[in-house]
């Protein structure tokens, strides 16, 4: 063995680049908080308005809570969809208006043909909205991939049509009664909005197989992996074969059927149609993907941390009503929550590539 061999200083003993922390065990303790930080914010809710309500954490007002949040998380969950792509959505709640409307027009005064007027069951009444949704949806998508149209412009643009479009179905009226009649085979619809199974609202089941079902295609399926590939990089992705316009496409019927769905259980709720169901809830929704770790630069997300996120929206929204705070302040709190949500994504970001770095 050489002198040169036995002088090499070991790795080791190499010091660390002058403005560099020396301590990463400090830097991986933030970062599993920043990673955290929408349960920890969740956990923290729950103690600051169960301190100041009794009435906060009773039964009756959590099954309530969830059952509000059900409805913005299947929402959060479409719009997850298009931003893990690079796109945005402000349609939905539009189209959960127009799905509203649709649905409610079929049940209260059904559909005119030359030979009559046909009442169709429940099913197909909640199909048809879904259907709505999706053909809005698959809209939205052509206008990016096929007109070039900026995913904000265009989804803007929807918002306005389809919510013009539903306020054209009734000439801005409300359907009023949609309980439906035996004789007319169209009864059962406040199932899905009101009733319950095994003590917890339809609707929170309905939320829990829509989250499973996304989690799965966005974890364990070729178009959840692509989804993921386009919004990290879409030119590699053109690249390496993938139909970018298919996927962008593809992802905006999903939330366009995600918002009719969500339409749909919050007319159920009400047992009456209106257009201007769901009015400012993309907000909610986005604010609750972004809160859950959604990256708006897309390629970066996942679908439980948006569901944490709608929890965190809605437990906020809820606890706010509850201990009497203004309706001014409500939305003041909202933006500070989407601002520091976006900030902490930032950090969350930041903290890693230092840490990839440090270790590389």
């Not at 991986?28 to 920043?34: G, Q, V």
């Not at 386009?230 to 019927?253: D, T």
């Not at 959604?294 to 706010?320: E, P």
Request: net charge positive; glycine share 12%.
């Amino acid at each position: 063995m050489t002198d040169t061999h036995v002088a090499a200083p070991a790795p080791a003993a190499t010091a660390p680049p002058p403005g560099e922390p020396g301590n990463t065990a400090l830097a991986r303790a933030a970062l599993l908080l920043l990673r955290g930080r929408t349960l920890v914010v969740l956990v923290v809710l729950i103690i600051i308005f169960s301190s100041i309500s009794s009435e906060y954490l009773t039964q009756s007002n959590l099954i309530l809570m969830t059952k509000h949040v059900a409805i913005n998380a299947i929402l959060a969950i479409g719009v997850t969809f298009v931003i893990l792509t690079g796109g945005i959505d402000l349609s939905v709640g539009s189209i959960a208006g127009l799905a509203s409307m649709v649905a409610g027009g079929l049940l209260f005064k059904g559909l005119n043909f030359p030979g009559g007027t046909v009442f169709f069951s429940v099913a197909v009444v909640i199909l048809i909205g879904i259907v709505v949704g999706a053909l809005v949806g698959a809209v939205n998508g052509l206008l990016v991939t096929r007109f070039k149209v900026a995913p904000f412009i265009a989804t803007l643009g929807m918002l306005y049509v389809a919510r013009g479009a539903a306020q054209l179905h009734s000439n801005g009226g409300t359907y009023p009664d949609l309980a439906g009649t035996e004789a007319r085979g169209n009864t059962g619809f406040g199932f899905i909005g009101v009733d319950s199974v095994l003590g917890i609202p339809v609707a929170v089941w309905i939320m829990v197989v829509v989250a499973a079902a996304a989690i799965v295609v966005t974890t364990k399926t070729p178009f959840g992996k692509r989804i993921f590939a386009v919004g990290g990089n879409e030119r590699a992705a053109v690249l390496s074969g993938i139909r970018v316009n298919r996927i962008k496409i593809a992802v905006y019927v999903i939330s366009g059927a995600c918002a009719a769905l969500a339409g749909l259980l919050l007319t159920s709720e009400l047992g009456a149609a209106y257009p201007d169901t769901a009015t400012t809830y993309e907000l909610n929704a986005i604010a609750a993907a972004v809160l859950g770790g959604t990256a708006l630069s897309g390629g970066r997300g996942t679908i439980i941390g948006t569901v944490m996120g709608a929890f965190v929206i809605g437990f906020l929204s809820d606890g706010l009503v509850l201990v009497g705070v203004s309706t001014f302040w409500q939305s003041v709190v909202k933006g500070a929550v989407i601002v520091f949500a976006v900030i902490t994504e930032q950090a969350q970001q930041r903290l890693q590539s230092n840490l990839a770095k440090r270790t590389a």
